[in-house]
Every structure is written in C-alpha cells, then in structure tokens.
C-alpha cells in the first residue's frame, strides 16, 4: 500500500532533550516535507526536499533540523526542544505527473514539549 | 510573497444543501491553488487542484472548486452535502513564480452538515 508513514504517533518530552520525528515513504517520490499544524494557524511549512541531500527552509524553520540522506526518509530533528515547539507534525511526500501534483500526508505527530 | 485566506472558521450546512467553503489567495506570479481535507485523527487528503484550463474543476467525493483570477478566489463547493462532508478543509496555494517550491495553507474552515 502506498503510503508516509511517521513515528512516533504521539511524543511527549521535556525542555531541551534532542528527539526525532522519523518519516517514510514507498512511492519513490522526490519532493517531501514537514509542516506543523496549530490551532487558528493552520499548517506552516518547515522544511522541504526536492531530492535526496537537497533541502530547504520553509516558513518556520526555528528550531529545526532535517536530513535528507536516501529517498525514502525525511527525519525532522528538534536540537533542543522548547515549549512553543508543541504541535500537531506531519510528513508529506509529492506525486507530480504530467496531470498535476498532489500530496501524500502521514497521520501525524502529536508532540508535546513540557 | 505568497498567502491565502479563509475567512470562516466554521460553516454549517443542512444535509442536502448545497455547500460553499471560500478561500482567497495572493502570488505575485500564476497560481497553483489546491483543497485539501482532514477528517478526525486522521492526516490530509487531496480533493481537487488547479492549475490551469477550465475555471471550473472536480475533485472527490463530489467536490468542485470555482477559480476566478479577478476576484482571486477558489471556493470550494458541492451541490449537495452529506453528513460525511463534515470535516477539517484547507485551501493551499503555491506561486509558480522564479520556480518557488513553498506550498502555504490557510487556517482551515471547520464544515459541519447538520443532518
């Protein structure tokens, strides 16, 4: 089944302490990317990768860090974790053929950071 | 810079009424303008896009959306809701301008049907 699969579902952890938010895809895509979703803010894009070792900044990208060293993976790293950093995450891989493109979301990260 | 607007933050319909979810957007370059949706617990999914062509475009589950470059809206619509429509809606717009890859999402407007 095609599929972004994130880990773990729900996080909870304390000020400062580094974790990672693992992201995978099946579909061979080459664009992915993490936003966050907030009440009344909507979702904000981090980061993005147009491909392997190719990423960029998106509209909020304090206090993140993202690698991207084979096709399939896309981890969001938080260094040092702060409390305006709790958040709904997800992951999201792009499909682009010659009819449009569209994106692929995981189910989501529910992070708290206390 | 790129932005989009959705100015309801909730819309509640009757089952069976026709439904309509707006959104705005602002590029400085050709729009590329999408819906996305999200159902409780659950991460997005596509609907319908545009990028060019015909004004009017069909997605899922029996959803359209209306461009109208003068009025820089795309308003998301259905002739007849059903209380599975309820959801979470996000309209998304990305600048074709200068290659930008930056995808921007509205603040959601929240459909209710009412059955």
């Known amino acids: 089944e095609a599929q972004v699969t994130q880990n773990p579902r729900y996080l909870i952890t304390v000020t400062g302490k580094k974790l990672t938010v693992t992201c995978s895809q099946n579909m061979n895509h080459e664009y992915m990317s993490w936003y966050r979703q907030d009440p009344g803010l909507g979702l904000r894009q981090i980061y993005y990768s147009m491909n392997v070792e190719v990423t960029d900044k998106g509209d909020v990208p304090e206090g993140y860090k993202v690698s991207r060293k084979e096709k399939r993976n896309f981890p969001l790293i938080l260094e040092s974790p702060s409390p305006n950093q709790t958040s709904l995450y997800f992951c999201a891989s792009r499909r682009t053929t010659q009819g449009g493109e569209k994106l692929f979301f995981g189910s989501g990260t529910q992070l708290s950071v206390l | 810079a790129q932005s989009v607007a959705q100015p309801e933050d909730q819309v509640n319909v009757a089952e069976g009424n026709p439904l309509t979810v707006k959104c705005t957007y602002s590029?400085?370059?050709?729009?590329?303008l999408f819906w996305y949706v999200q159902y409780p617990n659950r991460g997005l999914q596509f609907l319908l896009k545009?990028?060019?062509?015909?004004?009017l475009v069909k997605g899922s589950y029996g959803f359209e959306a209306e461009f109208n470059k003068s009025q820089t809206s795309f308003h998301l619509k259905k002739p007849s809701a059903l209380v599975s429509d309820s959801a979470l809606y996000f309209c998304?717009?990305?600048?074709?301008?200068?290659?930008?890859?930056?995808?921007?999402f509205g603040t959601g407007t929240r459909l209710t049907i009412i059955p």
């Open positions: 590029v400085s370059g050709n729009p590329y």
């Open positions: 998304a717009v990305r600048d074709l301008n200068f290659g930008n890859e930056k995808l921007t």
């Open positions: 545009y990028i060019t062509g015909d004004n």
